[in-house]
């Protein structure tokens, strides 16, 4: 084999490697790339918005959004998260009431950052566990499983 060839057999092998080690470091599984200059917590810091809501794969957004209209999950550099909600409970009789609510914790990476965990208060056993199914910069999805219970939330950057 001559040294050209060899050469060229060489690069394509070396090519065919960095691009193999590449895609399989996609941490979550509906990304579609990695990031290599953004870390998962500066892609994770911000003030999210409600895209979409699905109980069990059916959407219910409309619904979501009907009782959430006003809705924003920011996520602090510090560890610390708030969830404002201007929006309505509905009660026995069907009837919709104003409420405003304003939840505040802390926030931590779980199993190699592949799930979020919330802690609602500071001294809270109350933790939600959430697999981060998609972490960009301007997309961020996360599922819960609750029994048999199954809701996805998609959020985008505000």
């Not at 084999?1 to 060229?8: E, F, S, T």
Request: a positive charge; charged letters at 20%; aromatic letters at 10%.
């Amino acid at each position: 084999m001559n040294g050209i060839l060899k050469n060229k057999l060489l690069l394509l092998l070396t090519l065919s490697l960095v691009v193999s080690a590449i895609t399989s470091c996609k941490k979550y599984p509906e990304d579609k790339g990695i990031h290599l200059y953004r870390t998962a917590q500066n892609r994770l810091v911000g003030t999210w918005l409600v895209a979409s809501y699905s109980i069990d794969g059916a959407d219910a957004t409309g619904a979501y959004a009907d009782l959430n209209p006003a809705l924003a999950f920011t996520i602090k550099r510090n560890g610390d998260y708030t969830l404002y909600c201007d929006g309505f409970m509905i009660d026995k009789t069907g009837t919709k009431n104003p409420y405003i609510t304003n939840l505040a914790g802390t926030w931590q990476f779980l199993d190699k950052k592949k799930n979020l965990a919330l802690t609602q208060g500071t001294f809270s056993s109350n933790i939600d566990s959430y697999e981060i199914r998609k972490l960009t910069k301007t997309e961020l999805w996360l599922r819960q499983q609750k029994g048999i219970l199954v809701t996805e939330i998609h959020y985008i950057a505000k």
